[in-house]
Every structure is written in C-alpha cells, then in structure tokens.
C-alpha cells in the first residue's frame, strides 16, 4: 500500500483482556518497528524485525507483550492481560533497507493504534 | 543509553516568526538525526533526515543544523504559519535498529 496502516484506530480494553494490534508495512519493506508512546511523551522503543526475524525485542516491557512477523509482511503486537500502565498510542513503521544500510534511510510511521484500558 | 531531551517543550507565537527548536543528546556516536512531525491523533510525519557526515539539511522554509561532538541539533522555521502547529519530535539513530526520541516541542502558531 502507500502507506504504513494500523488497525484498528482505538482500542478500549478492559484490565485482564488480550488485545491484538496490527500493522501492515508498505508492500516490499524489509524492517519493521513497534513503538510505544505515552501521553506527552516521545515514543519508546518495544521490537524490530527484518523480515519475519524478531532482532531486537529489548524494548518490550514484559512477558505479556508479544509480537510477530510470520510472513516477513504484516506484524501483529499482542498484550495479555492488559494493565493500566499499557494504556498509550503504538506506533508502527517501517522501512524499506535493514541492517547498516537502512541507518541511512528514512522511516514511514503509521498513524497509531490508541489503547485505552479501564 | 542515549538521551534526548527537547527545549522549550512548548512554545507559542504569533504567526510570520521565525524560531528554533532544539534537540541535545548524550551519547555522540550516532547513524543519523531525524526531526518529524506530529498531528493530534496522527503518526509521525518525517520532515527532514540529517546524516552523521552531514552539518545541515533544508526542506523549504526549514533548516536542520546538527553539532554531533556537541549532541546538539536544531531546527529553524521560518516565517511560521498556523498550520506548523504540532509537535515536533526529534529522533537520533545510535544503531541500526531503534531510534530515541525526545519528548517533543509543542508549537502553536497563532493567526
């Protein structure tokens, strides 16, 4: 597609449910990113693929966050048991080079997923 | 880990301004600096990438400038209008695989 897109939108979740939260990268892009962010704040890094190899996941805050890339395309971040704290905008981009050349290239950002959880 | 912090972290002016926003960070030893853009409820728009060799970058009426001994970058507007407001974040590449970013600048630029 021309764009990177995330669904759904929003999301309200009560405490203790899963939630799944997709993104679909632009056709052919090799590095995928999931991000968190905060109210006021800047986003935080959780997980990067290239391809459909999980990399880095440094950034995921616990066991209950979980991410995917089976096909080397579309990513879902899945969280159990949702708690307050997870409550934020994730943001999903991607890019099309990896590795050291993709430092050198530009990111598409998607427009977020807002998870509100009461 | 990398640090970057954004001053001021709001700002309000009246629209024909000029002004600039500033971006320091810890850690020197960066790929790339990169100052996007964001709309209430919208994802991250990037404005202009600046690499680790280079000293500025222009995109019509802004300018990048990065100091990478210093940790420092800004970004300089030009004759601001209404519709720069958003929040502009920037973001430093220490590897390959993630960014940091900073928290932000709120602009309103008021008609």
């Known amino acids: 597609g021309a764009g990177v897109s995330q669904s759904p939108r929003y999301k309200v979740a009560k405490r203790g449910q899963d939630v799944a939260l997709r993104c679909d990268p632009i056709s052919g892009h090799v590095s995928l990113f999931w991000y968190q962010q905060a109210l006021g704040q800047g986003p935080e890094f959780l997980t990067y693929?290239?391809?459909?190899?999980?990399?880095?996941k440094s950034g995921l805050p616990s066991d209950r966050f979980f991410a995917e890339r089976p096909e080397g395309s579309v990513s879902t971040l899945k969280i159990q048991r949702t708690q307050q704290e997870d409550s934020a905008v994730y943001l999903c981009?991607?890019?099309?080079?990896?590795?050291?050349?993709?430092?050198?290239?530009?990111?598409?950002f998607g427009s977020g997923t807002r998870l509100t959880v009461v | 880990k990398q640090e970057v912090t954004q001053i001021p972290a709001a700002l309000s002016v009246p629209e024909g301004e000029n002004l600039v926003l500033n971006c320091s960070f810890t850690d020197s030893a960066i790929y790339n600096l990169q100052w996007f853009r964001q709309d209430p409820g919208k994802g991250l728009t990037s404005l202009l990438l600046?690499?680790?060799?280079?000293r500025e970058q222009t995109s019509g009426r802004l300018n990048a400038s990065l100091d990478k001994s210093s940790g420092r970058s800004t970004l300089y507007i030009a004759a601001s209008q209404p519709g720069d407001s958003a929040t502009y974040l920037c973001?430093?590449?220490?590897?390959?695989?993630?960014?940091?970013f900073g928290s932000g600048t709120k602009l309103n630029v008021k008609p």
């Open positions: 600046i690499q680790s060799s280079q």
């Open positions: 981009a991607s890019s099309l080079v990896a590795g050291v050349l993709g430092a050198n290239y530009g990111y598409t």
């Open positions: 973001a430093v590449r220490g590897n390959f695989n993630k960014f940091y």
């Open positions: 693929f290239q391809n459909e190899a999980q990399l880095d």
